[in-house]
């Protein structure tokens, strides 16, 4: 159980264009996603958390309009980077918390984005 | 602000070797203490966790006890194992202002153990 899938697992777009990563919880519920950035030798950056039907809470240096956070339903949460640019090519991985749970968070697999 | 500062891989060990990752932590307060492993091509897993001073989390075989006098959250497996190949990230939570706690990461150990 507690399962959490991203698709795609990999993309490569071109300088300028958005891409939607998706992030699913696929037997539980969960009001809360978070979303992490992981570059090479380093560690998860959380970017924002996610709360179902509210505006997504971003952390200090990340632009919330370059990284859009929808978090529609209780199962499904999306970011789209607007405008990729290279140094946007980044791992992103998302999380998710059981509603009414514990501060357990499950992690997907995450997705490798390249913008070339 | 919070932060998790554990050491730099890899770690290389032989099959039934003993293992230590150190992990320590720097927070207001008493956070939650996590170890998450990522297996080649996957996501995170929760390992092991402890809420409070002198709880020890174990799973698997690793333990690792929230030492509060040292800030310290070390992991340890006393025979290591090749399936055991992975990177383990030590991390904490701080209470967010909502309802949501954030985790602070460390930066991963990547352990290799060989035959």
């Known amino acids: 159980g507690a399962v959490v899938s991203q698709h795609p697992s990999r993309v490569i777009c071109k300088s300028g264009t958005s891409v939607k990563i998706e992030c699913r919880s696929l037997?539980?519920?969960?009001?809360?996603m978070f979303w992490y950035r992981q570059f090479p030798k380093k560690s998860l950056m959380l970017m924002a958390t996610?709360?179902?039907?509210?505006?997504?809470?971003?952390e200090q240096g990340v632009e919330k309009d370059k990284f859009l956070i929808n978090h529609a339903s209780l199962t499904l949460s999306t970011l789209t980077v607007t405008s990729a640019h290279p140094e946007d090519s980044s791992f992103y991985i998302c999380?998710?918390?059981?509603?009414?749970?514990?501060?357990?968070?499950?992690f997907g697999p995450g997705t490798r984005l390249t913008v070339t | 602000g919070d932060s998790v500062t554990q050491m730099e891989g890899p770690v290389t060990l032989s099959e039934e070797a003993f293992l230590t990752i150190n992990c320590t932590y720097t927070?207001?307060?008493?956070?939650?203490l996590f170890w998450y492993v990522q297996y080649p091509g996957e996501g995170l897993q929760l390992l092991l966790k402890?809420?409070?001073?002198?709880d020890k989390g174990s799973n698997k075989g690793f333990e690792a006890t929230y030492r509060k006098e040292t800030t310290s959250f070390h992991l340890e497996k006393g025979s290591v194992q090749v399936s055991d190949s992975a990177v383990y990230f030590c991390a904490g939570t701080a209470v967010n202002t909502g309802t949501a706690s954030k985790l602070t990461f460390g930066t991963g150990t990547r352990l290799q153990v060989t035959l």
């Open positions: 996610s709360n179902e039907g509210s505006k997504a809470t971003y």
């Open positions: 402890a809420t409070k001073a002198d």
């Open positions: 037997d539980f519920q969960a009001t809360t």
């Open positions: 999380s998710a918390r059981l509603a009414g749970g514990s501060d357990e968070q499950y």
């Open positions: 927070a207001t307060g008493y956070p939650s």
